[in-house]
T-cell receptor
Framework: EAGVTQFPSHSVIEKGQTVTLRCDPI?????LYWYRRVMGKEIKFLLH????????ESGMPNNRFLAERTGGTYSTLKVQPAELEDSGVYFC?????????????????FGPGTRLLVL | GQQVMQIPQYQHVQEGEDFTTYCNSS?????IQWYKQRPGGHPVFLIQ?????EVKKQKRLTFQFGEAKKNSSLHITATQTTDVGTYFC???????????FGKGTLLTVNP
């Protein structure tokens, strides 16, 4: 079974440019999450999709970030315009539909991440 | 917002020594998960703890969840060079599925 994949693996852009990150979750996983790790800080939650719906977007830093999951399969995260402080590693994770009983179904499987550098 | 404190930030040991990392929260957790990230890699799920006072073992790794469900620890017995990496705890609260991560403990092992 293929794991979570992310594209691109690395991106270097200039301040003010636009970047779009893509995540393909594990097939059949309804839950898709975006996280970010800024240098020296902890991994922080950005948002959570259940199928195509945004379940929780409380971690999105500001309106320069736009996440979509049309059709409930892959997801994109667009940063427009990018700022220096957006540099970091963006992780995507997916999990099966959970029953709320905290079984292994809630396990979140992480992708390899996209390393974004804004100059 | 919810915070999970993890210590130590770094730990260097000689191969064969034991290692422990601790996570602590001011609020009661629904569950706590542990991940390992190898240098240049991504977080890989190790285990999930749900019940108060739960203890789980995976070979040389022992995971504990506190009685009050506010703290957790990961203990590695007789470290090996393959144990090198950053160990993260990550917690869920309530019925919310988002993970709140600790800052991680970077473990280096001297052969």
């Amino acid at each position: 079974e293929a794991g979570v994949t992310q594209f691109p693996s690395h991106s270097v852009i200039e301040k003010g440019q636009t970047v779009t990150l893509r995540c393909d979750p594990i097939s059949g996983h309804d839950n898709l999450y975006w996280y970010r790790r800024v240098m020296g800080k902890e991994i922080k939650f950005l948002l959570h999709f259940v199928k195509e719906s945004k379940q929780d977007e409380s971690g999105m830093p500001n309106n320069r970030f736009l996440a979509e999951r049309t059709g409930g399969t892959y997801s994109t995260l667009k940063v427009q315009p990018a700022e220096l402080e957006d540099s970091g590693v963006y992780f995507c994770a997916s999990s099966q539909e959970g029953q709320g009983f905290w079984t292994e179904q809630e396990t979140q499987y992480f992708g390899p991440g996209t390393r974004l550098l804004v100059l | 917002g919810q915070q999970v404190m993890q210590i130590p930030q770094y730990q260097h040991v000689q191969e064969g020594e034991d290692f422990t990392t601790y996570c602590n929260s001011s609020t009661t957790l629904s569950n706590i998960q542990w991940y390992k990230q190898r240098p240049g890699g991504h977080p890989v799920f190790l285990i999930q703890l749900v019940k108060s006072g739960e203890v789980k073992k995976q070979k040389r790794l022992t995971f504990q969840f506190g009685e009050a469900k506010k703290n957790s620890s990961l203990h590695i017995t007789a470290t090996q060079t393959t144990d090198v990496g950053t160990y993260f705890c990550a917690a869920m609260t309530g019925s919310n599925y988002k993970l709140t991560f600790g800052k991680g403990t970077l473990l280096t092992v001297n052969p």
